[in-house]
T-cell receptor
Framework: DAGVIQSPRHEVTEMGQEVTLRCKPISGHNSLFWYRQTMMRGLELLIYFNNNVPIDDSGMPEDRFSAKMPNASFSTLKIQPSEPRDSAVYFC????????????FGQGTRLTVV | GNSVTQMEGPVTLSEEAFLTINCTYTATGYPSLFWYVQYPGEGLQLLLKATKADDKGSNKGFEATYRKETTSFHLEKGSVQVSDSAVYFCALSDQGTGRRALTFGSGTRLQVQP
């Protein structure tokens, strides 16, 4: 398996623009997580899905952020409108249905909002 | 709620030195404990894990023992290499609450000098 695949790896956008980050989880995993990493706040859980259903979105910073998981093999995180303070590395991770809750991470998307 | 506290870095060591990175946790249920490693420009990779009290996780010369009495999961390695330079994250998942998402510590940067 290729692991968790995120795209794009890098994104530079202007303030006010819409940004969409994409994630393909490992096949057969039924939990998917979006994390944000910054120097100031470390790793923060934004939202996670179980069987394509959002379970906990309490970490989503505000209404400008939205996430979807239309099927088991694809998820998006959208920011509209983007702001400079959204600049961070965004990670997607997935984990299997059974057993302990080890998560497998993608390589991340580095977002810069100018 | 759940939380993880790690020693602040950076930790700077010479090659072949002994490494300890402290990690303590607070959890409401029965957590599994993890150490993840992040190399520059990459996502997080699972280094080792322990799912119950007194379990010892080990991988690539690294070890950590789940100590319920002290709520700790300290990472150790007897002889570090330059290639071990990375950021190390302690994390927990609280299976007792059914919350599948990982809670991470703030990370500890390790720098190993030749």
């Amino acid at each position: 398996d290729a692991g968790v695949i995120q795209s794009p790896r890098h994104e530079v956008t202007e303030m006010g623009q819409e940004v969409t980050l994409r994630c393909k989880p490992i096949s057969g995993h039924n939990s998917l997580f979006w994390y944000r990493q910054t120097m100031m706040r470390g790793l923060e859980l934004l939202i996670y899905f179980n069987n394509n259903v959002p379970i906990d979105d309490s970490g989503m910073p505000e209404d400008r952020f939205s996430a979807k998981m239309p099927n088991a093999s694809f998820s998006t995180l959208k920011i509209q409108p983007s702001e400079p303070r959204d600049s961070a590395v965004y990670f997607c991770a997935s984990s299997p249905a059974a057993g302990d809750t080890e998560a497998f991470f993608g390589q991340g998307t580095r977002l810069t909002v100018v | 709620g759940n939380s993880v506290t790690q020693m602040e870095g950076p930790v700077t060591l010479s090659e072949e030195a002994f490494l300890t990175i402290n990690c303590t946790y607070t959890a409401t249920g029965y957590p599994s404990l993890f150490w993840y490693v992040q190399y520059p420009g990459e996502g997080l990779q699972l280094l080792l894990k322990a799912t119950k009290a007194d379990d010892k996780g080990s991988n690539k010369g690294f070890e950590a023992t789940y100590r319920k009495e002290t709520t700790s999961f300290h990472l150790e390695k007897g002889s570090v290499q330059v290639s071990d330079s990375a950021v190390y994250f302690c994390a927990l998942s609280d299976q007792g609450t059914g919350r599948r998402a990982l809670t991470f510590g703030s990370g500890t940067r390790l720098q190993v000098q030749p």
